[in-house]
């Protein structure tokens, strides 16, 4: 199995500036079909889970441009370019490339300072 | 509105069964490779099973694998998850999750499951 590593496991962040989060897999997620399947999640408190970032860096429709995803083979990137309050929550990065079964980093917990 | 709606969840005992449901609308839920996933009390995200889009290819987490069961009825735009010999460890919320582009694109609110006597 695919194991996902996120790290800091917890951020405090001051309003208005700029967070990141770092995901390693201990495999390369590139496929055969070229794609890099890194899928980072967020979910709010009393939320379920929503989708940001899917194929490293493919934002999901709506959310917004603050989020952006970088990175390749082993190393991927979260980042808030300025964080706001309604960003607190968990965030989880997952690969896709080789399942079963589909893992997931521990978790990182945004919260403002 | 798309969106998945799950249902079913409870209290039940060590070794009891349950059977949650997940209600699809707003898209053609035939089209899409489903997944159930869950979130344990102060855990993280856990996958539990998958299910093609005519269930012909089905898929369990190890630590579930022989306990659970997965369904889907296309005609009826639903998704099942049976759970039986339950223990506590299988407390958690579970959500179900469409899958497209690689990964789990649109998620349930959730349905809550506590096993303990």
């Known amino acids: 199995d695919i194991v996902m590593t996120q790290s800091p496991l917890s951020l405090p962040v001051t309003l208005g500036q700029p967070a990141s989060i770092s995901c390693r897999s201990s495999q390369s997620l590139v496929n055969t079909d070229g794609n890099t399947y890194l899928t980072w999640f967020q979910l709010r408190p009393g939320q379920s889970p929503r989708r940001l970032i899917y194929m490293v860096s493919d934002r999901d429709s709506g959310v917004p441009d603050r989020f952006s995803g970088s990175g390749s083979g082993t190393d991927f990137t979260l980042k808030i370019s300025r964080v706001e309050a309604e960003d607190v929550g968990m965030y989880y990065c997952m690969q896709g490339k080789q399942w079963p079964p589909w893992t997931f980093g521990q978790g990182t917990k945004v919260e403002i300072k | 509105e798309v969106q998945l709606v799950e249902s079913g969840g409870g209290l039940v005992q060590p070794g009891g069964s349950l059977r949650l449901s997940c209600a699809a609308s707003?898209?053609?839920?035939?089209?899409?490779?489903m997944n159930w996933v869950r979130q344990g009390p102060g855990k993280g995200l856990e996958w539990v099973s998958y299910?093609?889009?005519?269930?012909?290819?089905?898929y369990y987490a190890e630590s579930v694998r022989g306990r659970f069961i997965i369904s889907r009825d296309n005609a009826k735009s639903s998704l099942y998850l049976r759970m039986n010999s339950l223990r506590a460890e299988d407390t958690a919320v579970y959500y179900c999750?469409?899958?497209?582009?690689?990964?789990?694109?649109?998620w349930g609110q959730g349905t809550l499951v506590t096993v303990s006597s």
């Open positions: 299910i093609s889009r005519s269930g012909s290819s089905i």
């Open positions: 707003g898209f053609t839920f035939s089209s899409y490779e």
């Open positions: 999750a469409s899958q497209f582009s690689g990964s789990f694109e649109l």
